[in-house]
């Protein structure tokens, strides 16, 4: 290659390594720095990060950000999953419609879809005044099922496009072969088709999994901040009311940390089952 495109090259892709190193890169050395930092003498210390885990309260951030994120995760791959296969039985022109409807609410912030579902299943929302007038028992939108409900009607649109996507480009003379061979349809699922649809299932889920950890605008309008959440701990840590940059600094330290190691993990898998198949 000259030095001419060479060059070219580089300048083209200058300004996205500068943005990246300014707004990614430069922000988290910063971050990391100030969780070994005391709030009071700024001398080096590891006591932020030992209290993410030793304070009840905190650990118990940490452990509900895992099982809130895998389990509204769970929810969405189920759904998105079965959408993408239902766009396999519709017209062209239907699952255009489909990936177009499901593209609104991923545009949509976390305040307009919380109070969306505050006025359907707020305490006086349309479907709780219904349900209380057939003497039913009410739906309670604040609790942790609540919120998996709301983060799951943006997450679902997710990773359905990722799985319609994924189903459109499966080679169905892959599945003819397998029926022809004697294979029945749990086999032919299982064997063929499965396989084949991990990787984009594997993205998809490690997509929604981290932007779960930091779920944030949506929970804090629900409930405030009477969920325990990294991404709460963090807000609070950084409020008017406990000021404490370096705890929060830690805590984003340690969710950042969770999040990477999970893709990594979920990267790991999509390589080994790619090679597989």
């Known amino acids: 290659m000259s030095e001419k495109p060479r060059l070219g090259y580089i300048l083209m892709i200058l300004p996205i390594l500068i943005f990246i190193g300014l707004f990614v890169f430069y922000p988290y050395v910063i971050i990391v720095i100030r969780a070994f930092k005391d709030n009071y003498t700024g001398a080096f210390t590891l006591r932020n990060l030992q209290n993410v885990f030793k304070i009840s309260a905190f650990r118990t951030s940490v452990l509900n950000s895992l099982w809130f994120s895998f389990l509204t995760t769970l929810v969405s791959s189920v759904f998105g999953s079965l959408v993408g296969w239902v766009s396999t039985k519709i017209s062209d022109r239907s699952r255009n419609v489909l990936m177009s409807l499901f593209s609104v609410p991923m545009t949509l912030s976390g305040l307009v ?12 929302g349309v479907f709780n005044i ?87 605008g949506t929970v804090l309008a629900l409930t405030g901040l ?47 089952v790619r090679v597989k198949s």
């Open 113 to 124: 879809v919380a109070f969306s579902f505050i006025v359907l299943l707020g305490r006086n």
């Open 130 to 216: 219904i349900l209380r007038g057939a003497g039913l028992p009410t739906f309670n939108l604040y609790s942790w099922g609540g919120l998996v409900i709301a983060y799951s009607f943006f997450n679902i649109p997710l990773f359905s496009l990722t799985m319609i996507g994924a189903f459109k480009n499966l080679d169905m003379s892959l599945v003819e072969a397998a029926r022809n061979l004697g294979a029945n349809i749990v086999q032919t699922w299982f064997y063929v088709v499965i396989p084949v649809l991990i990787p984009a299932f594997l993205a998809a889920f490690s997509i929604v999994f981290a932007g779960m950890m930091g779920a944030f």
């Open 226 to 272: 009477s969920r325990s959440l990294l991404s709460l701990q963090i807000y609070s840590h950084v409020s008017e009311s406990y000021y404490n940059v370096p705890q929060a600094d830690a805590f984003a330290l340690v969710l950042g940390s969770i999040v990477a190691m999970v893709l990594v993990v979920i990267n790991f898998l999509e390589r080994k």
